[in-house]
């Protein structure tokens, strides 16, 4: 009979193979699901959580705007069609950048881009989860949807 306790058991290139224990093989398992279910959230569930969330909880913020950009988006399907969408974007030191693009066309993109005062205050129309995520949103460079935007009433 031979003692198994110090043998190394070597897989088909002689190589020798590691087994661990049941409790890390569930660890390591648990790991892996717990990293699938965060990304399935942060890209599929979240987003959608955070639309509906921000329809039914809208705010107004206050923000120095120090540029305003119109330009356009582009969006992809996953059947390889797109459009392109008249947005205008706005730089602001205290609130990060916002875009604005529902209902524009590119005339009136350009032209809300224009009434931009440097260095005024305006209110921007958000959604309140958008809100209190522009800190994150502006780390991984993504600007929030407002809804609308008009100069503030408090200078």
Known sequence: MTKRGNVNPLDQ???S????????????SLLVLALFA?????????????T????????TISCEVTAAYAGSASTRSLKG???SLPQVEYRSPDCGNLVLSRGLTVALAEKRAAEIVRGERYDFRIGGGSARLRGLFQAFGVAPDVTG???????
């Open 81 to 83: 069609g797109g459009t």
């Open 13 to 15: 290139n002689g190589d």
């Open 17 to 28: 193979v590691r087994k661990y224990s049941r409790p890390v093989q569930w660890v390591a």
């Open 38 to 50: 965060i990304v399935l959230f942060v890209f599929l569930i979240g987003p959608e959580i955070l």
């Open 52 to 59: 509906r969330y921000d329809k039914a909880h809208m705010t």
């Open 149 to 155: 935007v008009r100069a503030d009433g408090g200078n």
